[in-house]
Structures are given as structure tokens and as C-alpha cells.
């Protein structure tokens, strides 16, 4: 549900060659690399005017059943989800059942400042509230059924972050609100209304609410890197809802954004208003760049899945990628395949083994913290691989660089470590911490 891709930013101009002519068999020995080095899982599809042109899949989508994953398979999109729930909106607009101005205080008397809330201020993040998944308890309870009443009264406790429109913060409670407004005047389920709306008119058949991953239906399991690949909890679906509960093919996703932008759910004013950017905030969708272009779409992410959805309006082309486990940024892989298609450069990657036994990281194993960082953080080991662990926090595989340097990919966090002052460094950003061991 958070937005866990980082955006495809470039800064040459447009050159090269023909898209239709770029080299499938480097892209596919690309991701054979990764998966190959136990550094991403997931399938990728790319479709120009409707026609699929490459699509991939790399990885298991179980892999204690050793299910390899496939074009067919099923995975949690995540906040992709959320430009599903923005066209249901607006197709309410259109049908006259709500208004973008309209203020929420119809629908939830009890949200603080929800008589100066508009829906499209929930559409946009600009509706100052507090979304669920920055509590710091959200972890141990998401996992677990909830009922609306439950979601709600944590949705309405959170409170408020800021006046409402005053600026734009990301928020997956708005998207919830949505999703039991659309319920609300529709008299229908947030499931209903999405095959009667958009899967169904589409012929989406491999897109719905999820529930429990069952791989009988092709559904994909999510995993962390920690030395190996360890399954990762479920989100109970009863919680994301309209911000983030879809789960889908990476086919069908770019099906999805070219009905859209072809006015076969909405209108083309209505679109427009999804396309609307206010500080880089949309109506349930981004404008990403890629060099001197741009696509409309999302990101998404849920429990270790990580997801994109693009439309090049102009280059009539859909992107769809969904990763189910990664030990690198899958920006990187998504820039890449991006790439290969307008005749940019990208390299194969190389890596090169550990050169450390389990015995060499015994130095390093332990709990660091300090006055000035708000959390411990755990090191420990699964055979030649550093584990990082901060307080309340899930697992993360550490890569060794340098003697004493270990870092983070994804997170973009640097470890040093000085065995002799029992100290480690953390870097990340602008931050640089000493912490010391216990």
C-alpha cells in the first residue's frame, strides 16, 4: 500500500532506435541475472496499441511448492488498487450519485474536520488524514480481520495531520473512506461494484479483491531476502479495501490502463480530472517521467510485493511490472525494461560472491543503539549474510561491500562497522548515526 518504487527520473533527451525493434532476448537474459542471484521475482508485461509486445516472469510464485511464477500468475498490486477506486468515483460523478465538492460529512460525521472535506480532497491526499499505515502499531495488527466498525474507528482516532487542503500527504485512509462511500450510495459491495464497472466491460478475468493467497487460483506468495527467501505475512484484505486489496496480472493491469485511457470506463473529462496533478498529486494516479516522456499511473505496495502501472499517452503504451520478492530497488529492473523498449542503454548486472565465511561476521552480531536514534537495531546472521533488524521493524538483508561496509539497496542504508569500538555507523540520506553495541 505504500509507495515503495521510487520515481523513474532521467536526464537525456529522447534518441535511438525504433521501439518496436528493441532486444527481447538482453531484456530476458536481464531478468534471468536477477533471478538467477536470488535478486528479484515477479513477471513484467509490455503492450503498444493494445498488442502484448514482451512479457516476462522470473522467480517462484511459491516457492516451497516450487511453483515457478508465469505469465498467468496472480499478485497483490498494492495502491495500484487505488486508480481503480478514482474511476469508480468518478463514475459515480457521472452517474450523479456524489460530487467532487461534496464535503464527507454526510458519510462520517466523526472524521475530524470532515465538513471541510471534500471527496476529491480524499482523491488527492488533501484531506489532512492520518493514514492507518504510519501507526506505529499497524504491524502487529494487519494481519488480523477487521470489521468496517473496527477500520473506522482507528481511521477516526488517527485524527488529523494537517488543515485540510493546505498542502498533499499520502494517505491510505482516504482511499478507504472511498471505497465505503462508493459502497454507501451504491448499496453494493466495493467486490460488486468493481467486476460490474470496470473488470467485466474490460474482460478483466484475472483481476478482483483479493483474500487469502490460494496458488489453486495462481496466486502469488510474497517473500524477503534474509540470507534466503522467507515468506512474508498477509495483509488481511479486509483492512487495504479500495487503497490497496486488488490483486491482478500484470496483463490484465495494462488492459486495465489502456480501457481507461480509451474512455471505456469513464469519460474523457473524467480522466482528465484523474491526470489533474497538484504537488505531484493526482486523482488516484502520478505523472512518472522517463527522460523527455511521461507516463500516468501507480505504484504499489503490499506485505513484499511491489508494483507499476504506466500509460504513455502519446506512445500509446502500457507498463505494467509486479515483484514479489527483491534484494535490489525493482525501480532499477522497471527503468531497464523501459529502456530496452525507447533504445536506451542499460547494462546486464554483474555479482560477485561473498568473500566473507559465517565465521567473519561473528564480529559484527549483536544490538546497536544509541540517546540520539530512536531505535535499536539487531544484527544477525543466516550462514554468509548480515541481518539487519531496527525495533519494531521487519528483517533486511545486508551486501557486503567493503571491509567493515555492508548496505541496504533498497533502503539506501549504509552499515560500517568498527569492531575494535564496538561501533557501527548507519548512514541514510542526510543521516549519519553512531551507534554503539550493548
Do not use: C
Amino acid at each position: 500500500m505504500a509507495k515503495l518504487f521510487s520515481t523513474i527520473i532521467a536526464l537525456l533527451l529522447f534518441q535511438g532506435l525504433l521501439a518496436q525493434n528493441f532486444d527481447k532476448a538482453k531484456l530476458d537474459q536481464y531478468f534471468e541475472t536477477l533471478a538467477e542471484n536470488q535478486k528479484l521475482m515477479g513477471s513484467v508485461t509490455l503492450s503498444h496499441e493494445g498488442k502484448v509486445i514482451y512479457q516476462n516472469a522470473f522467480g517462484y510464485a511459491d516457492i516451497q511448492a516450487n511453483i515457478p511464477a508465469s505469465s498467468a500468475t496472480k499478485y497483490r498490486v498494492g495502491s495500484i488498487t487505488k486508480m481503480f477506486t478514482s474511476a469508480l468515483i468518478l463514475k459515480a460523478v457521472e452517474e450523479g450519485k456524489i460530487s467532487l465538492d461534496q464535503k464527507i460529512d454526510k458519510f462520517f460525521p466523526e472524521i475530524k474536520n470532515a465538513s471541510d472535506i471534500s471527496i476529491s480532497q480524499l482523491m488527492n491526499h488533501r484531506s489532512g488524514i492520518h493514514s492507518f499505515t504510519s501507526n506505529p502499531d499497524y504491524l502487529q495488527w494487519n494481519t488480523q480481520n477487521k470489521s468496517r466498525k473496527g477500520l473506522y474507528d482507528i481511521i477516526r482516532e488517527g485524527g488529523s495531520d494537517f488543515e485540510p487542503d493546505s498542502k498533499a500527504d499520502y494517505s491510505n485512509s482516504n482511499y478507504v473512506l472511498l471505497t465505503w462511500i462508493l459502497e454507501d450510495v451504491y448499496m453494493q459491495s466495493y467486490p460488486i461494484l468493481l467486476k460490474k464497472h470496470i473488470t467485466d466491460p474490460l474482460k478483466l478475468a484475472n483481476t478482483y479483491v483479493g483474500q487469502k493467497t490460494t496458488t489453486a487460483s495462481k496466486e502469488s506468495y510474497s517473500y524477503k531476502f534474509v540470507g534466503k527467501w522467507e515468506k512474508e505475512t498477509e495483509t488481511d484484505m479486509s483492512i487495504p479495501l479500495g487503497a490497496g486489496a486488488i490483486v491482478s496480472t500484470t496483463e490484465d493491469l495494462t488492459k486495465f490502463i489502456e480501457g481507461l485511457f480509451a474512455g471505456k470506463i469513464i469519460s474523457p473529462a473524467s480522466l482528465a480530472l484523474m491526470k489533474e496533478m497538484r504537488d505531484n498529486y493526482g486523482r488516484g494516479m502520478f505523472a512518472i517521467p522517463f527522460y523527455d516522456k511521461v507516463s500516468y499511473g501507480h505504484t504499489g505496495g503490499i506485505d513484499e510485493f511491489k508494483s507499476m502501472l504506466g500509460y504513455f499517452q502519446d506512445e500509446k503504451l502500457a507498463f505494467a511490472m509486479a515483484v514479489n520478492g527483491s534484494n535490489i530497488d525493482p525501480n532499477q529492473a522497471a527503468i531497464a525494461v523501459l529502456s530496452a523498449y525507447f533504445g536506451k542503454e542499460y547494462t546486464i548486472p554483474t555479482f560477485s560472491a561473498n568473500p566473507l565465511k559465517t565465521e567473519d561476521l561473528d564480529v559484527y552480531l549483536g544490538v546497536y543503539g544509541s540517546t540520539s536514534f530512536p531505535l535499536e537495531v539487531t544484527i544477525t546472521k543466516e550462514n554468509t549474510t548480515l541481518i539487519g533488524q531496527a525495533t519494531g521493524q521487519p528483517k533486511f538483508s545486508l551486501e557486503y561491500k567493503e571491509e567493515h561496509v555492508f548496505i541496504f539497496t533498497p533502503a539506501g542504508l549504509t552499515l560500517e562497522f568498527n569492531p575494535e569500538t564496538k561501533e557501527m555507523t548507519l548512514k541514510q540520506g542526510a543521516g549519519n548515526f553512531v551507534l554503539s553495541k550493548k
